[in-house]
């Protein structure tokens, strides 16, 4: 009979020879070259030091690749793509009974009253609340002492602008979110970032992502001041594509998933979107849609000011996070070439000499199985 230690050694070399075939490449017959010479293309064209791309698919990276100074410890501010972030929490928040999407603020933070009382998280994370172009609203910045202070101040002295009205109108904003960020404080009985990284970032094994990107800060920007690595934020979206499981955890289940993806500013009209907005404005919760043609299914993303860009196709079940850190200034340079960069991975896995893995396949299953 084999010894004890022949027998830890046996299980020790399966266990190496699993994790090595789950970190393994998935494909090697997928030629991402197109998206890496477009993204150092925007480098040269941005004059930025750095940048790093990530693309994958359900259950696994298919291309990762750092540029210059970037490597896989970089951690950047990911600005408006912290909204996807704070979205899914909410959801998942939702799912489990504790937030309702369609009450009314009232009933949880009873000091707004009147019309501000009766926005609701839908409303607040769809842009829709009532609220809107008030990224530079001093109520949002770090050095208030808590996201708590910040809410009251909202509740008792922050009308609405131009007589807006919650449900009537898409009016891209922060101030909806930081509201709504606070009800899930509230009803947790907990911190944001604390509740964030116990509910998404443990189960999905994820350091880098907190709210911080900002500057050191307790009134955590709920729209705009998370900072994650590449890997990370892919982590996320590997979870979406994968119909809300990752590492081996459910996070989200179809509840919160459609409420996630759903249009909820579609009959809309637009009192304000950013200049990085869709001609046709689609918003769901925490995320743009833009509708492909000939596709079921949209594409989702979640553009941040300084260049982050992580996207979801539903179609194809394919992601991708696009990082840089540049200036207020790089929208114009960033969105043509990432369209092109997502039209190019999706050319990849549409060819038929580069066709990754069926889910069921086991390489795709392991650590990814739905409970």
Known sequence: MPSHSRIAACAA???????????????????????????????????????????GYRGGVLHERYFGSYGSATVVPIASATKWLSAIRIVQLAERGMLD???????????FTGPKGRMTLRQMFSHSAGYGDDEDSPLLRTDQPSLAAAVDEIACCLPFPQNWTPGQQFAYGGISMHVGGRMAEVATGGDWQQGWRDAI????????????????????????????NLAD????????ANDGVG??????????????YAD???????????????????????????????????????????????????????????????????????LPRYRAMVDAA??????????????????????FAPD
Do not use: K
């Open 264 to 334: 909820q500013t579609a009959q809309l009209p637009v009192a304000y979107a950013p200049p990085s907005a869709p001609e046709q404005v689609h918003y769901a919760l925490g995320n743009w849609i833009e509708p492909a043609t000939g596709a079921a299914l949209p594409l989702h993303h979640s553009f941040g000011a300084f260049g982050f860009y992580p996207w979801l196709d539903r179609q194809r079940a394919l992601y991708g996070v696009f990082m840089i850190r540049g200036g207020n200034a790089i929208n114009e340079t960033a």
């Open 201 to 228: 970032a443990l189960p999905l094994g994820i350091a880098s992502i907190d709210w911080q990107g900002l500057g050191p800060t307790l009134n955590y920007r709920i729209s705009g001041s998370a900072r994650s």
């Open 13 to 55: 070399s399966l266990c190496l020879a699993a994790l090595c075939l789950a970190a393994a490449p998935l494909r090697a017959d997928c030629d991402f070259g197109a998206v890496d010479t477009a993204m150092e293309e925007l480098l040269q064209q941005a004059g930025l030091p750095g940048g790093a791309v990530q693309i």
């Open 247 to 260: 590492n081996g955890r459910r996070v989200l289940g179809a509840t919160a998933l459609q409420a996630l």
């Open 346 to 367: 999706r050319a990849v896995v549409d060819a038929q000499t580069c066709t990754p893995p069926h889910p069921d396949d086991a390489i795709w299953r392991d650590g």
């Open 233 to 240: 934020y892919g982590r996320v979206l590997r979870m979406l």
């Open 101 to 111: 999407l369609d009450a009314p603020v009232s009933a949880t933070l009873p000091q």
